[in-house]
């Protein structure tokens, strides 16, 4: 007997979802998109398979990541639910990530950000 738990999975081989074929459609067109910006959002109940999903997206991207340079950022807006202005601290928590992850070495790009947070 195979029981599921709630945590995420990160890989295709433990799918349980079937989420892998869902993933690949959304990773390509992420990367075939050239007019910027857009959105993709995901939505659903707590524990049914958003976070995987999102480890399956990253992991076709990384997978395909040929002549584009991808970084992926992941915030978890649950953590700042408490705080008053909800949008201001997850901006914030993008804007570190952005300037900790930051592979350019552009130093008015890294001021800006650091500014900004």
């Not at 997978?63 to 202005?85: C, F, H």
Request: glycine share 6%; proline share 4%.
């Amino acid at each position: 007997m195979r029981l599921l738990t709630d945590n995420p999975i990160k890989s295709c081989d433990a799918d349980a979802f079937g989420f892998s074929k869902y993933s690949e459609v959304i990773a390509q067109a992420i990367l075939v998109t050239k007019e910027l910006p857009f959105s993709i959002g995901i939505f659903g109940p707590w524990g049914s398979g958003k976070t995987s999903l999102m480890h399956l997206i990253e992991t076709k991207l990384i997978a395909s990541n040929g002549e584009v340079p991808l970084k992926t950022i992941w915030i978890m807006p649950w953590k700042y639910q408490e705080r008053d202005d909800v949008q201001a601290s997850v901006i914030r928590s993008l804007l570190f990530e952005m300037k900790s992850s930051c592979q350019m070495q552009e130093t008015k790009a890294i001021e800006t950000i650091t500014e900004l947070i």
